[in-house]
């Protein structure tokens, strides 16, 4: 007789999450001031590209400050140009493919992919379609692990099967989704998401793969100090020496531990 009281106590959660989204987003540009002298040492890595993709009905204005970030370290970054983020539409279902190995052939090198919520979902699809180009996967709050697996009823979930008649029909997601990449693979993900469900952006770990906990909003988690610090800290790991994220020293508790 428990179980009903439960789910009832998880259902005002959730609406509680997802009523204070904007306030809790905003908390973190606030801490993202507060904190810039201590981002200012974070690490640094060997400056090769980055591709960053926007989340579900985003454009890149919503990756405006992580690129700022990412190019104030010295990565060549660039945003998707695609305009607003509805989904695997055939267009854009084409067009990304192209993006990576456009980039990849400017610089010479394989791209790291940032992908915010959804398009971290396309930035791992992505990574098994081109593994050649692709050097590592760092996905925000993207509920990867849903997809083709039955749909919840989360805020993220039900604007995704509003835009579902816009896109391809054709079948883009691996057999197992949560299944580690070809190359290394970092998921951040907050038990405090007001969008989509924390236990779907779970990947299963591995020796190059791994789920990074934070504090942040789902809105607020391209510009939570944190997760800025989690993004710069992967994209400084060597191409031949890629290892786990540690929290910087006296900085665990903004980290929580692996579910």
Not at 46 to 67: I, K, M, Q, Y
Not at 92 to 99: F, M
Not at 202 to 230: C, F, K, Y
Request: hydrophobic share 40%.
């Amino acid at each position: 007789m428990a179980v009903r009281p439960a789910r009832s106590a998880a259902r005002r959660r959730a609406t509680l999450l997802a009523a204070t989204e904007p306030i809790r987003a905003l908390a973190s540009a606030g801490g993202l001031a507060a904190t810039f002298p201590l981002l200012a040492l974070a690490p640094r890595g060997d400056r090769h590209p980055v591709l960053v993709l926007p989340g579900l009905l985003a454009s890149d204005v919503s990756t405006t400050t992580l690129r700022a970030w990412l190019r104030a370290l010295g990565y060549p970054v660039v945003g998707w140009e695609l305009g607003r983020n509805r989904g695997p539409t055939p267009e854009i279902v084409e067009a990304l493919p192209g993006l990576v190995s456009r980039l990849a052939d400017r610089h010479g090198q394989a791209v790291s992919i940032v992908g915010q919520s959804l398009g971290g979902v396309f930035a791992r699809r992505l990574a098994v379609r081109t593994p050649a180009e692709v050097r590592s996967v760092v996905t925000l709050g993207s509920p990867f692990a849903l997809v083709g697996r039955r749909p919840d009823d989360s805020p993220g979930a039900r604007a995704y099967r509003r835009l579902a008649p816009l896109h391809t029909s054709r079948r883009l997601s691996p057999a197992d989704p949560a299944r580690p990449l070809p190359m290394p693979s970092t998921s951040v993900y907050s038990r405090w998401d007001g969008v989509v469900d924390w236990r779907s952006c779970l990947q299963r770990t591995g020796p190059h793969s791994e789920n990074v906990g934070v504090h942040a909003s789902h809105l607020g988690m391209g510009h939570d100090p944190a997760v800025l610090w989690v993004v710069a800290d992967r994209l400084a790991q060597p191409a031949d020496d890629w290892q786990p994220f540690r929290p910087p020293p006296g900085l665990a508790r903004l980290f929580p531990d692996e579910p």
